[in-house]
């Protein structure tokens, strides 16, 4: 076992490992959900609604940018 974790010190993490547990969750849960959707729908229909929300998130950020 860690020598830090056996003296009661804690273990911190940057922001920077923090967003790339959080980044590789959401990509393990994205497969899990494709896995998941493909068994109830068609390979086009999910496939166009990942572009739609794709656009959509989009059009969210970048709607500053767009509107000029």
């Given at each position: 076992m860690n020598k830090a974790?056996?003296?009661g010190?804690?273990?911190w993490i940057s922001r920077q490992e923090a967003a790339l547990l959080v980044i590789t969750v959401i990509w393990g849960s994205a497969f899990l959900l494709i896995r998941m959707a493909m068994?109830?729908?068609g390979p086009?229909?999910?496939v166009g609604?990942?572009?739609i929300l794709?656009?959509?998130l989009a059009m969210l950020i970048?709607?500053?940018t767009c509107g000029e």
């Open positions: 974790l056996l003296s010190q804690r273990l068994g109830h729908s086009m229909f999910f609604m990942r572009f794709a656009a959509a970048f709607r500053k």
